[in-house]
């Protein structure tokens, strides 16, 4: 996609996000040689901050090839917020509704028109304790194996030591200016995958092989070893209740 398709509503984003991102952060961006330059894609990013979003979009902007997120249905409901939302044509996501399957629909139909569709894996900000990716919901490997598009992995880093995830106000720490570090790496391959019906099983081994892609790259930013394991948010909750049952009992 030229710069030329970018669109109103995206360039107005760009006026309104990128002047203070750009006077209160640095910036450390790698492989954006991985964004395609044409053709339908799929960028599965971690989550570690509510400003992740725009430190994200503010890369891949600079590419030239704006990403279509899907973002929960509230947010479209504000007023300024889901002006913006809806102008630059994010995908609604109605969760715990037989809705929700027409945000996988309409993330095909926007691949299939030639368009990148952004997907957070994790469903929300993780609750690693170390800040690593958690274990991936299975959307976009059901959306990459229909479609057949590249996956591109995205890891990022920085926007949650200004905003950390769940912070409240008086834990926004934007001074001293933190780095925005965004790594983009080659597509991920799921060859293993073509042919092959989409089972749960077969979703999960896909989601497993984007997840270890993000973690990888992130380990590099980071420079740090990520843990053998992906933190999974229901196993750990059931734990916890598990134990409290327990401690209950006695």
Known sequence: MSRRRIGFWYRLAAVIAKPPLLILFKRDWRGMEHIPAQGGFITAVNH?????????????????????????????????????????????????????VDAFRAAVDAIERGECVAFYPEGTLTRDPGMWPMAGK????????????????VAQWGANLAMPPYAKENKIRLFPRKTLRVKAGPPVDLSRFDGVEPTPEVLREATEAIMAAITSLLEEVRGEKAPDQPYDHRNARAEQRRKAAGEGSK
């Open 48 to 100: 570690n901050s509510y400003l992740d979003p725009l430190s994200y979009a503010h890369f891949q902007y600079n590419t030239g090839r704006v990403p279509r997120f899907l973002a929960k249905d509230g947010l479209f409901k504000g007023a300024f917020v889901g002006m913006m939302l809806r102008g630059t044509r994010q995908i609604p996501v109605y969760r715990e509704t037989t809705n929700a």
């Open 138 to 153: 299975t959307g976009v490997a059901r959306v990459a194996l229909l479609t057949k598009a590249p996956v591109i992995p």
